[in-house]
């Protein structure tokens, strides 16, 4: 008995080690030869935060794809701005105002959604707050606010959302996390942790999805590590290689972001360079990764 279960073991070991290296061939190739973009002409977007900033670009970028793009902001004024910008490039756009911290008005809000547009099938959560100061500096309204936008929203905008997708098999959802949300910084911490939070609930979401008996292969997730765009978020940057890290405007850092979502990517930084930088230093011990972002001596200096 224990001679058989010796060898069933020694099988499976086999059989996952060519599973390992097939796949990282296959994404290899994949990385040289990347997925042609698919359409997105007809389907509904919804984007949190579409006010201003990356949120609009990308209601802008999402409608001249042929999007229906439903922009939702807690600012009545800039929100119909979006839309009205939307229209007058022939796009098709609808506004809805909504806190994304209160859950009851998500849900009213999506069944409004379901019966004026129809069903969404890309959810983008883009809104986002950045105090940006000492830990210690930070009010307890300005941190629960942080992780209420930042991080509880998403779960509210999934629950409201992702069902729908389930019964068709079929949507995409985008979450706005950050470089903040793979390596800490100074005077930003409550704010990692809303970003560190979001890679975490892309990838348990993604394995809730992937584990589930039924077939959900229709969904996808992609999670957006951007470094600095200049949102009006950041008040005070420090780059010290300007040239190698330089500050993004909103329609250049929408451009990577419309493409992942095409491409179906599951995870993209912003600068692509800091992803493979990233991984490559995680491999040592944590001082050396640590030397590196001296030299680069980037960050935010408190507001």
């Known amino acids: 008995m224990k001679i058989y279960e010796g060898v069933v073991v020694t099988l499976e070991v086999i059989v996952l080690i060519i599973k390992m290296y097939a796949t990282w061939f296959y994404r290899m190739y994949k990385f040289f030869v990347p997925n042609e973009p698919k359409s997105v002409k007809g389907e509904i977007v919804l984007i949190t935060g579409a006010g201003h900033g990356m949120g609009r670009e990308m209601a802008l970028s999402f409608a001249k794809l042929g999007s229906i793009v439903v922009c939702v902001d807690i600012n009545p004024t800039s929100n119909e701005e979006t839309v009205n910008m939307v229209k007058e490039n022939k796009g098709q756009a609808h506004s809805y105002l909504c806190d994304v911290t209160n859950r009851s008005a998500i849900n009213e809000m999506a069944e409004k959604i379901r019966k004026e547009v129809g069903e969404v099938s890309i959810l983008v959560n883009n809104a986002g707050i950045m105090p940006c100061k000492p830990l210690l500096k930070q009010t307890e309204k300005e941190i629960r606010a942080t992780f209420e936008v930042n991080c509880l929203a998403h779960i509210w905008l999934f629950q409201a959302f992702l069902p729908s997708m389930m019964e068709r098999n079929h949507g995409h959802i985008v979450a706005m996390s950050s470089m903040a949300g793979v390596l800490g910084l100074r005077n930003l911490v409550p704010y990692c942790g809303t970003k560190f939070a979001v890679r975490g609930m892309m990838e348990a979401v993604y394995e809730e999805l992937r584990e589930d008996p039924r077939d959900f292969s229709g969904i ?48 993209i930084t912003i600068p692509s360079s800091l992803y493979y930088t990233n991984q490559f230093l995680r491999m040592f011990p944590r001082e050396v990764p640590l030397h590196f972002k001296d030299f680069l001596d980037s960050g935010l200096e408190a507001d």
């Open 220 to 267: 996808k997730l992609t999670c957006i590590c951007p470094y600095i765009v200049d949102t009006g978020l950041c008040k005070n940057p420090k780059i010290k290689f300007p040239t190698l890290m330089k500050i993004l405007s909103p329609k250049e850092a929408v451009q990577d972001i419309i493409d992942a979502v095409r491409r179906e990517y599951n995870e």
